[in-house]
């Protein structure tokens, strides 16, 4: 298991994190269709969220929470089978499953997205 912060459910973080992974996804568009497709999605699920500044009331929230985490599932499976993971994918991946108040997870999903298990930005 990786390291991870562990931090409450922000909804609307997940959102700009999302939004950093489709631009350096963007970057890769044509060896990763897929996994840019996804992380757009994640974006749009997350605008609403995302523009208020706030999580929406608890059932929307947890449901949304769960959708994003299958949806981001899919999109480190994309980005570890077309070989687009990067440390900065990486990164961002394991920070938007920590906003899901799934750090965890996202410690080792991080790493399959392509963190570098010694980044200095990795915590301790």
Same mark, same amino acid.
Do not use: W
């Given at each position: 298991?990786? =390291?991870?912060?562990?931090?409450?459910?922000?909804?609307?973080?997940? +959102?700009?994190?999302? $939004?950093?992974?489709? $631009?350096?996804?963007?970057?890769?568009? @044509? &060896?990763?269709? /897929?996994a840019?497709?996804?992380a757009?999605?994640l &974006?749009?699920?997350?605008a609403? $969220?995302?523009? @208020?500044?706030e999580?929406?009331?608890?059932k929307?929230?947890?449901?949304m929470?769960q #959708?994003c985490?299958?949806?981001?599932? &899919? /999109?480190?499976?994309?980005? =570890? $089978? #077309?070989?687009?993971? #990067? @440390?900065?994918? *990486?990164? %961002?991946?394991?920070?938007?499953?920590? %906003?899901?108040? /799934?750090?965890?997870? +996202?410690a080792?999903?991080?790493?399959?997205? *392509?963190?570098?298990? =010694? #980044?200095?930005?990795?915590?301790?």
């Amino acid at each position: 298991m990786g =390291a991870f912060f562990n931090i409450p459910l922000n909804l609307p973080h997940a +959102g700009t994190v999302a $939004a950093r992974i489709v $631009a350096l996804l963007k970057r890769q568009a @044509d &060896e990763a269709p /897929m996994a840019l497709k996804y992380a757009q999605q994640l &974006e749009e699920m997350l605008a609403a $969220a995302r523009d @208020d500044g706030e999580n929406p009331v608890a059932k929307k929230a947890e449901a949304m929470r769960q #959708s994003c985490a299958r949806m981001g599932r &899919e /999109m480190v499976r994309e980005i =570890a $089978a #077309s070989n687009v993971g #990067s @440390d900065r994918a *990486g990164q %961002c991946v394991r920070n938007f499953f920590e %906003c899901l108040e /799934m750090g965890e997870e +996202g410690a080792d999903l991080g790493l399959k997205a *392509g963190e570098n298990p =010694a #980044s200095a930005q990795r915590p301790v």
